[in-house]
């Protein structure tokens, strides 16, 4: 019997270049593969034509072709769990609808994991500056805060096979980025080299601010490492203001200020008392992250919804 590969395509927005996409790229890499395949578009709440695009496009193949209709923006990495989570197949392989991750290497994915390859993961060959830059401080942050083995560039291009996916399936947490969950699974990760392309048609859909709001939310749920470094911090102003404290002591009242300082007692305590008013203020907002994940994860609502009237293919089997 042969075995399955099921493919996720997360889709926001993306009816200029989805059909070039499928037809392309995605459909002639997939033809080249051994296996059996099955597609499985998420739209993650498209406000264009992109539902409509998809659902069109899957009646005309020959090959399976499932799509979920989530009900409105939950955003990727939502889109890439209810995909993982509906996925039947003996290795799930994820990646973008924008054309940037080149499809035409699956089958060298495949072929790793035939090797015996359990995760097979993406890494950019190349990064413009701007991306170069903030990849490189995410992920240092990641490795020193966060505690996570991470592999610079890392992308969401990747085959998982169905052990992987099984215990992916299992996190419940709602503020997730998918690279970071599959690298604190640990099972041992190969990775390929890629030349990430340039968008073809449309504008990007995720944002500098989402990108930054994801960074922050990955490192956050990743480690408590982050809340830890102000009390350090606190530490060490307290060893410092009270060594500060009994030298002033010591060569003022006791000495006769040989040193000829002259401390104005106002000033000295105006500046400390603002210092740790930021220091405070910065602490409560690191605080506030934590307490907002906890939030988020106490009221326990569902990650997605999908609305089953538009979707096709469910392992419920409704239309």
């Given amino acids: 019997m042969r075995k399955l590969v099921s493919v996720i395509v997360p889709v926001y927005n993306e009816q200029a270049g989805i059909n070039d996409f499928l037809d392309k790229e995605l459909e002639p890499a997939l033809e080249k593969l051994a296996e059996e ?16 695009l998809i659902r069109a496009w899957g009646t005309e193949q020959k090959q399976k072709v499932r799509i979920i209709a989530l ?79 991470v592999h610079e560039g890392e992308t969401d291009f ?3 096979d169905r052990v992987v996916v099984e215990e992916f399936n299992r996190f419940t947490e709602h503020n997730r980025m998918t690279r970071g969950l599959v690298n604190w ?38 480690s408590r490492t982050p809340l830890l470094i102000f009390g350090y911090i606190g530490v060490g102003i307290m060893l410092v203001s009270g060594a500060v404290g009994l030298f002033q002591l010591v060569q003022e009242y006791i000495l006769g200020d040989p040193l ?3 401390w104005g007692g106002g000033v000295a305590v105006s500046l400390f008392v603002a210092f740790l008013v930021g220091l405070v203020l910065i602490s409560q907002a690191m605080t506030a992250l934590y307490v907002s994940q906890i939030h988020a994860e106490v009221k326990n609502r569902p990650l997605y919804i999908i609305d089953r009237e538009k979707s096709v293919g469910l392992d419920d089997g409704k239309k």
Avoid: C
Wanted: proline share 3%; net charge positive; glycine share 8%.
């Fill in 158 to 160: 990747r085959l998982m």
């Fill in 185 to 222: 699974l640990g099972f041992p990760q190969e990775h390929i080299k890629i030349q990430t392309k340039n968008r073809k048609k449309g504008a990007p859909t995720y944002s500098l601010r989402k990108l930054m709001t994801l960074a922050g939310d990955s490192l956050v749920s990743a």
């Fill in 260 to 262: 000829g300082i002259e």
């Fill in 37 to 52: 395949t099955e597609i499985i578009l998420v739209d993650d709440g498209s406000r264009d034509e992109s539902l409509k």
């Fill in 71 to 149: 009900v409105k923006n939950f955003g990727k990495e939502i889109a890439l769990t209810a995909g993982i989570r509906e996925a039947r197949g003996d290795a799930v392989i994820t990646l973008d609808a924008d054309g940037q991750h080149p499809a035409e290497e699956i089958p060298r994915m495949v072929e790793k994991w035939h090797k015996g390859a359990r995760i097979v993961t993406a890494v950019r060959a190349q990064n413009t500056t701007s991306h170069r830059l903030g990849s490189w401080l995410y992920y240092r942050l990641m490795r020193r805060l966060g505690n996570q083995s």
